[in-house]
């Protein structure tokens, strides 16, 4: 358990870090020994977004389709997707899923990335917005991005050779997402839901707002060392929302060879391969 000791010194980090409210789960010996959340407007079952903690969650239900045989992680993403993704420098280059995964595709960033992501939510300190991809679908968004002939291509978001070297990618998991919806025949935040979330038990996650209105912690920015409150958004019903307890029952499946809540998420090996 967790002492007052550690608990005060929780309480200092927040003050003198201008946190509103911090949700915190701790795991000791395959379970979840601690589970609190200190500050404002905000309890252990309130949901926060993950931000790009998402991605280790795309990367399991892709490789969860990698185990059941649906996809080649070095196969070209394009035997999978109904429209064409190359390097235009490279055009030769199969641009593979492994590749995707570990951010060694050459791809840097899409044009309106972040605002697509977030409604434009921001636009108190990232003005810039773009109407016509905030009404796009992600499969238009990604088609528009991606193809030459799209209204949102831009050649330079591609800046090295695919499978040089790394660099983070913040356009390869969406790209991902859609795989997973795409191969799997299923809409994205379904299949999430039902091959990973509600096996491991994590009832208090997804994606859709509108579910958990009532239940969501308020997101702020923070602009001139000031917390701003920002209203909800929806990211466009691929932006993941959960809680510390629901992320550490996630966590407890890979540190036991991919099994808990009597569900084997992925296999030893395919943990390994990841």
Request: charged share 20%; glycine share 6%.
């Amino acid at each position: 358990m967790i002492n007052m000791e550690v608990e005060h010194r929780i309480k200092e980090i927040m003050v003198s870090g201008e946190l509103p409210p911090v949700q915190i789960a701790i795991i000791d010996h395959n379970q979840i020994t601690w589970s609190k959340t200190l500050g404002e407007n905000s309890d252990t079952q309130s949901l926060y977004m993950n931000g790009s903690v998402q991605k280790v969650v795309d990367a399991t239900a892709v490789l969860q389709l990698h185990e059941k045989g649906m996809i080649d992680l070095d196969a070209d993403i394009n035997e999978y997707i109904p429209f064409e993704i190359r390097h235009p420098k490279y055009p030769n280059v199969p641009i593979t899923i492994r590749m995707l995964l570990a951010h060694r595709s050459g791809l840097d960033a899409v044009r309106d990335q972040f605002e697509w992501d977030t409604e434009c939510k921001f636009v108190e300190y990232r003005p810039t917005c773009n109407p016509e991809t905030q009404n796009m679908s992600l499969e238009e968004y990604l088609i528009a991005s991606f193809t030459s002939s799209g209204s949102n291509y831009n050649p330079n978001i591609w800046i090295f050779e695919p499978g040089e070297k790394y660099h983070y990618s913040v356009s390869a998991y969406p790209l991902l997402r859609y795989l997973i919806e795409h191969v799997s025949g299923n809409p994205y935040p379904k299949y999430m839901k039902e091959n990973i979330f509600e096996p491991l038990g994590m009832l208090n996650t997804g994606f859709v707002l509108e579910d958990y209105i009532d239940q969501h912690a308020i997101p702020y920015t923070r602009i001139n060392g000031d917390n701003i409150a920002l209203t909800f958004w929806n990211g466009n019903g691929y932006m993941m929302r959960t809680t510390a307890e629901d992320m550490g029952k996630f966590m407890l499946a890979y540190l036991s060879n991919g099994f808990y809540n009597q569900f084997q998420l992925l296999m030893p090996e395919t943990i390994e391969v990841m």
